[in-house]
């Protein structure tokens, strides 16, 4: 598996975007599956995983990564690594979060994952009611993620990255508590904004962490 992560040097806002292609529902050959975790969170960067499986080597249990235990999570993240065909997991960080909006880096993570596949797919399938631009016919299945097991797959793989990350960032910030909440607005990850003002993680761009920084700074001693 490669794991593509993101610079400043790939953001969208300086390069053309191509032209996304038609998306042709017979097209044969190889399919990705594409999903995406950590919208919603406070901190860290999003992530995508794209996922080509083999037929050859189903995978049992595969569903909504959301309704599976971590345990199962970590085990499901080796076995599609050792099954799938090709498979990527790659970020926007969350200065190109806060610089191109949640929407736009999302899309960005999403395409890299696309473009670091081994293979090259015929066809992609993404979780969702939007697409990344690119050069590979494309098609946003609601509720992908429990109807396409390749994006389920996918969605187990971005979890799964997201979580370790968010493991990675409460060794560097203990006292925000990511390892349990993962980053997203909970009660406690709020109090925790309050007492200590965002960390370089944070994503500014998001309402309470712009408020909690202005009111940590307001307490600060001059």
């Known amino acids: 598996m490669r794991s593509r992560r993101s610079s400043a040097a790939d953001g969208v806002a300086t390069v053309p975007e191509p032209a996304q292609f038609a998306f042709v529902f017979d097209r ?3 399919m990705a599956g ?4 950590g919208r919603g969170p406070l901190a860290g ?3 995508a995983a794209a996922v080509i499986l083999d037929e050859l080597q189903p995978i049992d249990g595969l569903g909504d990564s959301k309704a599976l235990t ?3 999570r970590e085990r499901l993240f080796d076995e599609i690594r050792a099954k799938a065909l090709a498979c990527c997991i790659a970020e926007a960080s969350v200065e190109e979060i806060d610089r191109l909006n949640i929407l736009h ?8 994952a696309v473009e670091g596949l081994r ?6 399938l993404v979780d969702g009611n ?3 631009t690119l050069r590979i016919p494309a098609e ?4 992908g993620d429990a109807k396409v097991a390749a994006i389920s797959a996918a969605s187990i793989l971005a979890k799964v990255h997201r979580d370790r990350l968010c493991a990675e960032l409460h060794t560097l910030h203990p006292g925000y508590g990511f390892d349990v909440h993962k980053g997203y607005p909970t009660a406690a990850h709020l109090d925790a904004l309050r007492r200590l003002g965002p960390c370089e993680q944070h994503r500014r761009s998001y309402a309470p962490v712009r408020r909690a920084e202005l009111e940590h700074a307001c307490r600060s001693p001059r």
């Open 34 to 37: 594409v999903d995406e975790a």
């Open 28 to 30: 044969p050959g190889l």
């Open 140 to 143: 946003a299945i609601v509720k």
């Open 119 to 124: 293979l090259r797919p015929a066809r992609v």
């Open 130 to 132: 939007r697409i990344p």
């Open 105 to 112: 880096a999302t899309m960005l993570a999403m395409r890299r």
């Open 45 to 47: 960067p999003v992530v």
């Open 70 to 72: 971590a345990r199962r």
